[in-house]
Structures are given as structure tokens and as C-alpha cells.
């Protein structure tokens, strides 16, 4: 019997083709660039630290932006390998919010990387006016423990909608200002450590469910400050054994 079906020939095939092609070349430029979220509170120096990832970085920092959502790129090495990083504001205001439904459920990103300081976040004056204020540490850990549920909530979510693993390492900065206490700064800022923020990343990992979710923890510095024993040869390791975590968990190594 003959078949009288219309076969797709020609020119009727070229469109769905260049969806296929479309459809591959994306899947090989987010495993070459998977999209990153950089989360935190105002003044703990995500910018600062996306500038030093994305192998820009600029002399004493720049202010972070409150408004947008930033967005960098890094090559990591000759195979043209990286990273997109999305920088949410950290101001607890309607941009911030909106930029947060962004990254986690409008366009979700890979990976996230949370920043926090210790209580050592540079303090922000209200908008309309500039300068840097004092802050007691103990109100900024607290500020930066609500920070972090708003945003922990976000990542459960999409951690739990997606079907790759999603990836967390939470970057504790500025420690050129406590050099002795690093390693126990940080076992306060992870799974298990019975402390408040790690009780929070417990609550995450049941949420999200723990082979759906990795959390790492690791210590980074932007600028040491004057004076203090953390030299920019240890900043620079600290940022290596970041970008080396990174890049295994992205599947670039």
C-alpha cells in the first residue's frame, strides 16, 4: 500500500530543526555558564566579592547597588567556562523582593552563593543621604539571620521544583577582622551546629530535601584591612578554594 501521508521535507523541516539546534546550543552554554545568585544582606560585600570572582576587581570596593538585580560573567579557563552572576540587592525593599522572585522562580538560577559577615556588615544610611553608620553586631546578625529565612524560603522552593541538584555555599566575608575565629566562625554558620543560622540551614536542607540540595560553607575576604595577619596572598587562596568548589560543583572539573 502506498503511503499517502505528506512527508516533512525541505524547507517544512528547517524550523523545527533550528529549535533542536537552538535547544542544544542553550544546553551547552548554561553547563558552560550556569547562572549564579549572589544573596545577603545590604553592606556584607557581595559586589565586592562578585568583582574579585569575575576577575575585576576595583581598588576599596564599590558601594552596592540597592535597585537592580547586577549581573557579571567570569571565564575560568581556555575552554570558555564560567559563571553568570546575578547580585540581588540587599535592601529589604520592593526591588529586592522582586529581584529575589527573579532568580528563584521566574528564571532559576544553578547555583547560590549567600554572603554573610559575621555582625561585620558595613551599616548603610537611609536613602537620600551616604556615608557608612555604626551598627551593633549583635543588630546585624540579627538582621542578617532575617535575611537569610526570606531568602532560604525562595531556595526551597525552587530547589524542590527542580530536577538537578541545586547547589549553597554560604560565603562568610570579612574575616581579615576576626583572623583568629575563622574556623569557629564558620562551624557557626553551618549545617548541624546547633546555632541559629544553622538551625535555619537544617530547616532548609528537610525543606528542600537533602539530595536536592548540597550546602558548603567557606570563609573569603575582598579587601584585608590594614594591619591585620590575613595578606592579600591569603585572600587570594581563600578565593581560590571558592572558585575551585565552585567549578566541581558546576561539573567544570
Same mark, same amino acid.
Given at each position: 500500500?502506498?503511503?499517502?501521508?505528506?512527508?516533512?521535507?525541505?524547507?517544512?523541516?528547517?524550523? %523545527?530543526?533550528?529549535?533542536?539546534?537552538?535547544?542544544?546550543?542553550?544546553?551547552?552554554?548554561?553547563?558552560?555558564?550556569?547562572?549564579?545568585?549572589?544573596?545577603?544582606?545590604?553592606?556584607?560585600?557581595?559586589?565586592?566579592?562578585?568583582?574579585?570572582?569575575?576577575?575585576?576587581?576595583?581598588?576599596?570596593?564599590?558601594?552596592?547597588?540597592?535597585?537592580?538585580?547586577?549581573?557579571?560573567?567570569?571565564?575560568?579557563?581556555?575552554?570558555?567556562?564560567?559563571?553568570?552572576?546575578?547580585?540581588?540587592?540587599?535592601?529589604?525593599? %520592593?526591588?529586592?523582593?522582586? %529581584?529575589?522572585?527573579?532568580?528563584?522562580?521566574?528564571?532559576?538560577?544553578?547555583?547560590?552563593?549567600?554572603?554573610?559577615?559575621?555582625?561585620?556588615?558595613?551599616?548603610?544610611?537611609?536613602?537620600?543621604?551616604?556615608?557608612?553608620?555604626? %551598627?551593633?553586631?549583635?543588630?546585624?546578625?540579627?538582621?542578617?539571620?532575617?535575611?537569610?529565612?526570606?531568602?532560604?524560603?525562595?531556595?526551597?522552593?525552587?530547589?524542590?521544583?527542580?530536577?538537578?541538584?541545586?547547589?549553597?555555599?554560604?560565603?562568610?566575608?570579612?574575616?581579615?577582622?576576626?583572623?583568629?575565629?575563622?574556623?569557629?566562625?564558620?562551624?557557626?554558620?553551618?549545617?548541624?551546629?546547633?546555632?541559629?543560622?544553622?538551625?535555619? !540551614?537544617?530547616? !532548609?536542607?528537610?525543606?528542600?530535601?537533602?539530595?536536592?540540595?548540597?550546602?558548603?560553607?567557606?570563609?573569603?575576604?575582598?579587601?584585608?584591612?590594614?594591619?591585620?595577619?590575613?595578606? &592579600?596572598?591569603?585572600?587570594?587562596?581563600? !578565593?581560590? &578554594?571558592?572558585?575551585?568548589?565552585?567549578?566541581?560543583?558546576?561539573?567544570?572539573?
Amino acid at each position: 500500500m502506498t503511503d499517502l501521508r505528506p512527508r516533512r521535507t525541505g524547507l517544512r523541516g528547517v524550523p %523545527a530543526a533550528i529549535g533542536r539546534g537552538r535547544e542544544r546550543l542553550t544546553g551547552v552554554f548554561q553547563h558552560r555558564y550556569p547562572t549564579v545568585a549572589v544573596t545577603g544582606m545590604t553592606g556584607v560585600g557581595k559586589t565586592e566579592l562578585v568583582d574579585h570572582l569575575s576577575g575585576r576587581p576595583r581598588p576599596g570596593g564599590v558601594p552596592e547597588s540597592g535597585s537592580a538585580v547586577m549581573e557579571r560573567r567570569v571565564r575560568r579557563d581556555r575552554r570558555i567556562r564560567g559563571f553568570r552572576f546575578r547580585v540581588v540587592p540587599g535592601e529589604n525593599a %520592593a526591588t529586592r523582593l522582586g %529581584a529575589l522572585d527573579e532568580v528563584f522562580h521566574d528564571d532559576p538560577v544553578d547555583g547560590v552563593l549567600h554572603v554573610v559577615a559575621n555582625g561585620f556588615a558595613t551599616g548603610r544610611r537611609p536613602a537620600g543621604t551616604t556615608g557608612n553608620v555604626e %551598627a551593633a553586631r549583635e543588630d546585624q546578625r540579627q538582621r542578617e539571620l532575617e535575611d537569610w529565612t526570606v531568602t532560604a524560603h525562595r531556595i526551597a522552593s525552587m530547589a524542590v521544583r527542580r530536577s538537578q541538584p541545586t547547589w549553597l555555599i554560604v560565603v562568610v566575608t570579612k574575616v581579615d577582622l576576626y583572623p583568629d575565629d575563622v574556623d569557629e566562625v564558620v562551624r557557626s554558620y553551618s549545617p548541624g551546629s546547633g546555632t541559629p543560622f544553622g538551625d535555619r !540551614l537544617d530547616e !532548609l536542607r528537610a525543606l528542600a530535601g537533602g539530595a536536592k540540595l548540597s550546602v558548603d560553607v567557606l570563609p573569603a575576604c575582598s579587601h584585608p584591612a590594614q594591619g591585620s595577619p590575613v595578606t &592579600a596572598k591569603r585572600r587570594d587562596a581563600y !578565593l581560590a &578554594a571558592l572558585e575551585a568548589r565552585m567549578a566541581q560543583l558546576a561539573g567544570h572539573v
